[in-house]
Every structure is written in structure tokens, then in C-alpha cells.
């Protein structure tokens, strides 16, 4: 483990600090950045492989850790999607787009890195 989540993960059982002052610690940290940079590198590279196999994104790319794809184009409603790849154990949520008439069958998947990944 590394040296530093573990000197954290002894901080947060021999203290009071709750989780998030622990996060607000660590999001300092050149490790932390390091890592959160990781994540909008992957975002950016998935949101640029969708588009290459031209699935329409609704921003038409992402500036952040998420990606909204329209699969109306595709005949495919998001609620559908959310649930194969649930049972190939991939977590994906249903999301409406613009213009949807039914939020329990959005045309939306929305995929993205987990935030809940940076465990001490």
C-alpha cells in the first residue's frame, strides 16, 4: 500500500476527521491530481473512440469525468442498454436526452469514471 494512504487510512481511525475533510486532504495531494487527470485523459479518450464509431455524444465530446451518448440514432433506448451491460457486470446509467418524451425509456447512456474508485 502505498505510504501515504496508509499513514491517511490510520489518520481516519485514530481521529475524527470524516470522509470528507480525509477527500478535502487528499485532493491536495500531487497524487490525487495526478490521478484525477488520469480520469479526464480516459473521458476524453472514450468520448473520441465513440465518436470515431460515430455515436453521437450530446455535448459532442466532455470537459469532465462523464459522457452522455444519444443512442436514439442507433434505434436503441438508454433504459435497454443500462440493463445488458448490467448483466455483463459494465455500470452504465439510463439518461435523458433533449427531446425525449419518456424519462423511463431516455435515449441516453450515460458512461463515466466512478468517483467512488479512490478508496485509502
Known sequence: MHKTLKSCSILMRCSSFTQHNFMSLQASTPMFKQYIAQI???AKAMAGALLRKDYTLVSGGTDN????????????DGARAERVL????????????????SA??????????????FKC
Open 40 to 42: 479526464l485523459l480516459n
Open 65 to 76: 469525468h462523464l459522457v452522455l451518448v444519444d443512442l436514439r440514432p442507433r434505434g436503441i
Open 86 to 101: 448490467e448483466l455483463v457486470s459494465i455500470t452504465a446509467n439510463k439518461n435523458t436526452c433533449p427531446g425525449d418524451k
Open 104 to 117: 423511463l425509456t431516455p435515449g441516453g447512456l450515460r458512461l463515466g469514471k466512478q468517483v467512488d474508485d
